[in-house]
């Protein structure tokens, strides 16, 4: 099944490159975080809301693990359960900063020289949840140390997403989702 993910992964990527829309692009009027600590950020996230795209559909749980590679930049691994395979998907890729490293900015590739944003716009001070747009607003996630974040907090995020222009109506809710 990993296999399968990837070549998802791989083909969405690949048509991006080849129709030249690989975008590591800051959505107007959004601003990634300041005082951005990476050390903080590794580890394992859950992804509590997301709007959906082939590359993660009908995946339900799904994380994301962050850590240091050996070549300063940063090992991704995303894993969700395929609940019409019965099996856990798994895609590596990695990801390079955006200019400062105190910046939530990174740019993110699965697939060769392709890469898309990752633009951290909401952070918790305890890195605890954030918030994350793409190259456009039609990518944002909300992720959470925990699989579950409080109801308020996720209130409080939906609310600032929509105000911010992204379709929150589209959400889906991967994190309730328990195989």
Known sequence: MRYLVRLKIVGVWLLLGLTGCSDTGLPEGLEPVREFEL????????????????????????????????????????????????QWEEAEGRAYFIGDENVGRLKVSFFGPFYGSYNIIELSDDYDYSMVAGPDRSYLWILSREPELGQSVLRRLVAKAEALGFDTQELIYPATFTP
């Open 39 to 86: 050390q903080r950020y590794l580890g394992e996230w859950h992804e509590i809301a997301r709007l959906d795209h082939d590359f993660e559909e009908g995946l339900a749980p799904v994380t994301a693990t962050y850590s240091r590679r050996e070549d300063g930049g940063i090992r991704v691994v995303n894993r969700g359960y395929n609940a019409e395979t019965g």
